[in-house]
């Protein structure tokens, strides 16, 4: 399903997810001004990357994993955390894992592939 961005729509984020079979999928779903909401479902590592603005994830279901040059936070569903920009950062899961991603719509990521 494809978002339609600047119209009002409904969309059922738990039935978005469920639809995906894949380890890893990040994709956009709407935005919101300038910024973008992804919907992420992950059960892997990602590599270790920046961005150029702050982002924000906010755990749906499982247990994400963020790892961070100093530290590993560990959020379950309904815990949020805010990366500013700059730092270098990877989320992983262990088990099937839904965040939402909230940040700048022309984000990149930039680090290790």
């Known amino acids: 399903m494809q978002a339609a961005f600047g119209q009002l729509q409904k969309l059922d984020v738990n039935e978005l ?3 995906v079979s894949e380890k890893w999928k ?3 779903i ?5 910024h973008c909401v992804r919907l992420a479902v ?3 590592d990602f590599h270790w990357h920046q961005h150029h603005s702050d982002e924000t994830l ?3 279901q499982g ?3 963020v ?3 100093d530290r590993t936070e560990s959020l379950t569903p309904g815990q949020l955390i805010t990366i500013p920009k700059g730092v270098r950062h990877r989320t992983r899961a262990q088990e099937r894992t839904v965040n939402l991603c ?4 022309d984000t990149k990521a930039i680090g290790d592939s």
């Open 42 to 44: 992950l059960q892997r």
């Open 67 to 69: 790892d961070l040059p």
């Open 102 to 105: 909230f940040e700048a719509a």
């Open 26 to 28: 990040n994709w956009e």
């Open 17 to 19: 997810a469920a639809a």
């Open 58 to 60: 906010l755990v749906m």
């Open 63 to 65: 247990r994400l994993y």
């Open 30 to 34: 709407t935005r919101v001004n300038d």
